[in-house]
């Protein structure tokens, strides 16, 4: 069964940093495009970093120069590092996993599989 469990998140104060865990069982993530998104409440979900199986990122421009999307294939984990963060970061964090979707997709559409998401507030 594929399971995908976030990790990491937290508050930070504006201009911190935090990074997010997304643990896969029961799949090889080397296999799938992983993307993270965030939901901040009244708002639509965003699509924030993806890593395709192949190893390329994408990033929302929102984030760029920010967030770095990485990927542990030994411990079956992406990770993203938030850098500088900023109170409009807050969100729920999820990760999802799809198998043979590009990453402009996935972040767009959205993933068959999630995560139960990882709460980060940005806030002094």
């Known amino acids: 069964q594929l399971q995908l469990v976030e990790s990491g998140g937290g508050l930070v104060q504006p201009g911190g940093s935090l990074r997010l865990s997304c643990a896969a069982s029961?799949?090889?993530?080397?296999?799938?495009?992983i993307g993270w998104f965030r939901q901040a409440p009244g708002k639509e979900r965003e699509g924030v970093s993806c890593?395709?199986?192949?190893?390329?990122?994408n990033y929302a421009d929102s984030v760029k120069e920010r967030f770095t999307i990485s990927r542990d294939s030994a411990n079956n984990t992406v990770y993203l590092q938030m850098n500088s963060l900023k109170p409009e970061d807050t969100a729920v964090y999820y990760c999802?996993?799809?198998?043979?979707?590009?990453?402009?997709?996935?972040?767009?559409?959205?993933?068959?599989?999630w995560g139960q998401g990882t709460q980060v507030t940005v806030s002094s």
């Open positions: 999802a996993a799809e198998r043979s979707r590009p990453c402009w997709i996935l972040l767009r559409v959205g993933a068959g599989s």
């Open positions: 029961g799949f090889t993530l080397n296999s799938y495009a």
């Open positions: 890593i395709s199986s192949s190893g390329s990122k």
